[in-house]
């Protein structure tokens, strides 16, 4: 009998995490050095990044790296890259999870919105997939994940911005799979509404409409950022050894049941 516990140990794991001051970043960080990893945790909050990392570290006792990386500079991706071989030696696994969007409505955009959320949520996990593949390569069951969104898969005119982007990164990961196996594997997490404090506000939600949107799903509420966390798991061990090109859809049963609400008239 396989040993279950082994498929999802982590021990001798290098993984870069993006966007991990975050909710949902931050909590695979946890996840993944309590499995044995020793993870990256990157973000544009150097504050944020640093502190992260060494609860991680006090917490699992696996040594850890945070570093300041805006996901759309270049010369920011490269430093992340370096930085994590000269601490680490190498890289395992890499999670492009930085991601953000506003609520806006559909003719409020323009070319300068339009290409900031392209950068930020599709071409830098781009770019930084780019720069760490030759290290994947070398190594047994690499993998990739990325952090898409429900947004992406729906017509979502209240998000358009964001969910044309994000509808981008899940067909790039598709593209990426198909030429990168049996080396590295691709995968994609399709993320619902899940609970991340302060940023969904931020993006122009207000309390009761998340409310509203929470009894759209079908388990009536938003998720944990652990629960997405589990899913990347998954995708990332050995258990996952022959799946790629996937869109792990992790969204309470509400893609196709549910509407993001829209703070402005269309
Ligand atoms: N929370 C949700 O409801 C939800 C739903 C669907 C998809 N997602 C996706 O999941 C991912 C994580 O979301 P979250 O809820 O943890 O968000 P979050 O807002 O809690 O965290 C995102 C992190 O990204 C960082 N960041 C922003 N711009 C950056 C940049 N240019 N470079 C580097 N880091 C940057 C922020 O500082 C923040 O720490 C994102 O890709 C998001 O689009 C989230």
């Not at 609520?103 to 300068?112: A, E, L, Q, R, Y």
């Not at 593209?175 to 994609?188: C, D, E, I, L, Y």
């Amino acid at each position: 009998m396989t040993d279950i516990k082994q498929l999802f140990s982590f021990e001798g794991k290098v993984i870069i995490i993006t966007g991990a001051a975050g909710a949902i970043g931050g909590a695979a960080g946890h996840l993944f050095a309590y499995l044995g990893a020793n993870v990256v945790i990157s973000d544009l909050n150097e504050e944020g990044a640093k502190k992260v990392a060494a609860d991680i570290e006090k917490e699992s006792g696996k040594a850890t790296l945070g570093i300041k990386t805006d996901a759309t500079v270049e010369t920011d991706l490269e430093i992340l890259v370096g930085e994590t071989l000269k601490k680490f030696g190498k890289i395992s696994g890499l999670i492009n999870n930085v991601g953000w969007g506003a609520n806006t409505p559909i003719w409020g955009s323009n070319s300068d919105k339009m290409v900031k959320s392209y950068l930020l949520n599709t071409v830098g996990a781009y770019n930084l997939t780019r720069m760490c593949m030759p290290h994947l390569e070398i190594e047994d069951n690499a993998s990739v994940v990325f952090s898409g969104s429900m947004v992406g898969v729906t017509p979502s005119p209240e998000f358009i911005e964001y969910s044309t982007a994000k509808a981008g990164l899940m067909n790039m990961v598709r593209s990426m799979a198909v030429v990168s196996g049996p080396k590295v594997r691709f995968n994609t997490v399709l993320i619902g509404s899940v609970d991340n404090g302060d940023s969904t506000l931020a993006a122009g939600y207000t309390k009761e409409m998340l409310e509203a949107l929470s009894n759209m799903f079908v388990m009536k509420r938003r998720g944990a950022p652990i629960e997405i966390a589990y899913g990347m798991m998954f995708l990332m061990s050995d258990a996952a050894r022959w799946i790629t090109g996937i869109d792990l859809r992790i969204d309470g049963g509400g893609t196709y049941k549910s509407k993001m609400p829209t703070g402005d008239s269309h």
